[in-house]
C-alpha cells in the first residue's frame, strides 16, 4: 500500500488538469474520447449531461458525508478497499484490469480521491479523466505523455508500507 505522507498532502489541493467551473463547460473536450470519472458527483452530473462513463470510481460519500447522488450504472461493479490518505495495490489492479475491459464502476469501501493518480498512469493515451475539485467545481485531465509523467512524479512522494 501507497500512503500519502501529511507534509505532501498539500501539493493534491492543486488541480491536476484544466479547472472547469461545470460539467456543461466541458463537454466539447470529451467528444470521441474514453471517459473516466473519479468521484460520486462529478459521475452522477456526467450521467446527468447525457454522457457515460466509461469507468467511475465512486464511494458513495461527497466531502466526507454521503453521496444521495451516487451513480446506477449499468456496468460490472468490482468493490475494493482503499482508505483515506492511499492507494492500495487492491485499488490499482482493478484499475489495471477496468481500463482493460470497461464499462466497469469501481465501488471504493474507503475513499477514492487519490484514485485520479494510477488512473492517468493507466489510462490509454486521449481519454478524459475528471474528478471533482471541492467547492471550485471539475478537473478534466487528458492523458498523454506528460499527464503520465506528472502522475508517476506525484507517486514518487508517496511511502510504501
Known sequence: MLRLPEAYRGLFKRPFGT?????????????GRPVYAVGDVVTHNLLAAGVVPEIA????????????????????????????????????DAIEEVVGDPPAVIFV???????????????PDGAAVLYGQPGEGVVLRLVDTAAKQEAASMLSVFVRE
Not at 479547472?19 to 467528444?31: A, F, K, N, V
Not at 469501501?109 to 489510462?123: C, K, M, R, T, W
Open 109 to 123: 469501501d474507503g475513499e477514492e480521491d487519490l484514485a485520479v493518480i494510477p488512473l492517468v498512469i493507466a489510462a
Open 19 to 31: 479547472l472547469y467551473g461545470s460539467i456543461g463547460e466541458l463537454l466539447p473536450r470529451l467528444e
Open 57 to 92: 470510481i465512486i464511494d458513495g460519500y461527497t466531502m466526507r458525508t454521503p453521496c444521495n447522488r451516487s451513480p446506477l450504472l449499468r456496468a460490472r461493479w468490482l468493490t475494493v478497499k482503499n482508505p483515506p490518505g492511499t492507494i492500495t495495490a487492491e485499488l490499482e
